[in-house]
Structures are given as C-alpha cells and as structure tokens.
C-alpha cells in the first residue's frame, strides 16, 4: 500500500518477521532495530512510518529522536502507538508491549525527542467500548490470550468495516479517546 506513495525501504530487527515481511510485500526489509543500529545511515526520507512499533521499545525518546535524523526537511514521522495504560491485558504481554501511551504521553515523547507534533488523535473509536468491556471481563475471568486467534472470516470482515468507517473523519475531528492512537511529527 505505502509504495504508491513513493519508493518504500523497510527494516526489521527479528530474521524470522523480515522473511515474512518480504514474502507479504515483495520489497527488501533490512536488518535494524531502534533505536540503533538504524539502516540508511546516508539516508533522508519525506515520510517514515512506525506503525505499532513504538510501544516494543524501552528506549521510546531514543527511538523517536533516532527516527528524526532521518527525516528530509519538511519530512513527517507518523506513529500510530496503543493507547491508555489502564487497558494493559493480556494481550500486550503476548505482544511484548511496553507500554499504553496517552495523547499527552506521546506528545510529550515526541517533543522530547525534537519532533513537532502535527496532528495527535485517538483512533479504533468505533470498536472502543466492545474492546473496554471485553478487556474489563477477562480482568475477573482468567484471561488465556484466546482474542489472539483471528476470529471466523465474517466477523472479522464486518470489524474491517466499522474500523474502516473512522477513515472518513480521523484527521477532520480531534476524538478524544480510542484504543489506538496517530501522531504525525516533523523535525523542528
């Protein structure tokens, strides 16, 4: 999707998710981590996309200053992170999350780093409150991490559809709350 846009150049820490990640894709996907070693050294780039990456490093400042080295001038970082901290369950354990970042957290991290935040919104509004009250059960039910195993094809096309939905104001309306949050940062 993103190479419509322009040339895509990717990197990926783990040998076994570059595989992957080059079988989906079909582009070449580095060796790299965050926030060193950082690939592309000679390197500046208009758009650098971290998308559900940022909550997997320790070293969030680090990582978001390390990105802005990279940006050409006028360039933009976009993040999209987890967002609330007191939906921490099961399933950002299994994910090796972290952290769960708020509006302000992330600003906050981003301008640590010598990003100018652009925009910062909440996003996955629609599914927000089926997401809250299934997270609060499983904190009194034991939680196994079975929502990790994809639903059946049709429930899992109608939440495409209502995520899909939030395209058409994310970016026009300020939400102020979601499961997910979006920055988009440029390097003052």
């Known amino acids: 999707?993103?190479?419509?846009?322009?040339?895509?150049?990717?990197?990926?820490?783990?040998?076994?998710?570059?595989?992957?990640?080059?079988?989906?894709?079909?582009?070449?996907?580095?060796?790299?981590?965050?926030?060193?070693?950082?690939?592309?050294?000679?390197?500046?780039?208009?758009?650098?996309?971290?998308?559900?990456?940022?909550?997997?490093?320790?070293?969030?400042?680090?990582?978001?200053?390390?990105l802005a080295t990279r940006l050409a001038p006028n360039g933009r970082l976009y993040v999209t992170v987890p967002a609330f901290a007191w939906l921490w369950s099961k399933h950002d354990e299994l994910h090796h999350h972290c952290r769960r970042y708020t509006r302000k957290l992330l600003v906050a991290r981003l301008q640590e780093a010598g990003l100018r935040p652009v925009q910062v919104t909440y996003f996955n509004t629609l599914l927000f409150f089926p997401i809250v009250i299934t997270r609060l059960i499983k904190r009194f039910v034991s939680d196994d991490g079975s929502d990790e195993r994809l639903p059946p094809q049709w429930i899992n096309r109608i939440f495409e559809r209502v995520f899909g939905a939030e395209s058409r104001f994310i970016g026009r309306l300020r939400v102020p709350f979601g499961v997910s949050l979006l920055a988009i940062a440029e390097r003052r």
């Open 1 to 66: 999707m993103l190479a419509s846009f322009g040339a895509v150049k990717a990197f990926e820490m783990d040998p076994t998710a570059r595989q992957l990640a080059h079988a989906k894709s079909g582009l070449e996907v580095v060796p790299g981590s965050l926030p060193t070693p950082l690939p592309f050294a000679a390197e500046q780039f208009d758009v650098i996309t971290a998308f559900d990456v940022l909550e997997h490093i320790e070293q969030d400042v680090e990582s978001l200053s390390a």
